[in-house]
């Protein structure tokens, strides 16, 4: 399995990474398959279920969210979206040979081959599996409905202009999980929070799409980028409003305090900056945008948290 080649790091990736100067030269192409190097994926991926977790738990009148919960969680995010992000690369192969950013990723450019792809995905899937099995069987259940989701979404960008939608619908699915380890069952609130979630993840990745959508046309891989264009901008107020809004009524569904909605009006000031400064043609400062969406998922985190605690000690 580890007899690969290292031809270097990825186009897009981050320079001088653990990845590329701490780990065996062997296993340097599937850490670059899973984008142990780019952690925004996996922290993207966790933050709704952290947020759904932590709503659950004020809620039930906890004073912090499970702990336990949280690492499994963290485990769990970082084993599933590298497992994703492979899948989508076995998925994308031929494709990604034609972007520049992408054709030096480990699957293109020879550095892995599509059987040892394969495998290191079944371990990570199966990482996904062990987590999964701590929880109760409602959430065991829910859990294993999301891979349907995750499964489709790869040839959304051929099918849809709106591939982004159903990446929303994958990278979303934690705030439902969260809610559901708790109390075993799904109410009102994760659904709205979801819905939130959703909203926000195109937003986001209509961003990030904006990277590579001169690429995209010529291959005819289709996006939200592609779609909006020059009304990017007034996309990015709906779509992040719509956000807001879920968030807010799911925290107040949920019995959430003035923290938690203070959290949620810092995060939505974060968002309405990004849409301000916004330059749908200039590459890097939309993987920069991209990417401070992982402090949004901390203010609204932050937010939850302090108002679990605050209504624990003043009840």
């Known amino acids: ?114 059987k040892q792809a394969k495998i290191f995905l079944g371990l990570q899937a199966l990482t996904g599996l062990a987590v999964l099995l701590q929880f109760n069987t409602f959430s065991i259940v829910l859990g294993v409905s999301s891979l349907a989701v995750v499964a489709a979404y790869p040839f959304m960008k051929r099918i849809t202009d709106w591939p982004q939608f159903v990446l929303g619908l994958a990278f979303s699915w934690g705030a439902l999980m969260g809610w559901a380890v708790v109390f075993g069952s799904l109410s009102l609130a994760p659904i709205l929070l979801y819905c939130g979630g959703i909203a926000w993840t195109i937003g986001y990745d209509t961003i990030y799409a904006h990277q590579d959508k001169e690429d995209d046309a010529l291959v005819g891989v289709r996006s939200t980028a592609r779609l909006f264009g020059e009304k990017t901008k007034q996309a990015l107020y709906m779509l992040y409003g719509a956000a807001v809004v879920f968030f807010a009524s799911a925290f107040w569904l949920a019995g959430s305090g003035p923290l938690a909605f203070a959290g949620l009006a810092v995060g939505a000031f974060h968002l309405l900056q990004q849409i301000r400064v916004l330059d749908i043609d200039d590459g890097d400062q939309c993987l920069s945008l991209f990417k401070s969406n992982s402090t949004f998922g901390l203010f609204l985190f932050a937010g939850l948290v302090l108002d679990g605690i605050a209504a624990y000690f003043l009840q």
């Open 1 to 114: 399995m580890f007899n690969t080649k290292d031809t270097g790091p990825v186009a897009d990736a981050v320079k001088r990474h653990w990845v590329d100067t701490k780990l065996p030269p062997g296993l340097r192409p599937f850490a670059r398959l899973a984008r142990w190097e780019r952690p925004i994926g996996w922290r993207l991926l966790l933050w709704p279920c952290l947020w759904s977790l932590s709503l659950a738990s004020n809620a039930s009148g906890a004073a912090i969210p499970n702990l336990w919960y949280m690492i499994l969680f963290f485990v769990g995010a970082v084993a599933m979206r590298g497992a994703g992000c492979t899948y989508n690369d076995l998925i994308d192969k031929d494709i990604d040979g034609q972007v520049e950013r992408t054709r030096s990723r480990p699957i293109p450019s020879g550095q892995i081959s599509s």
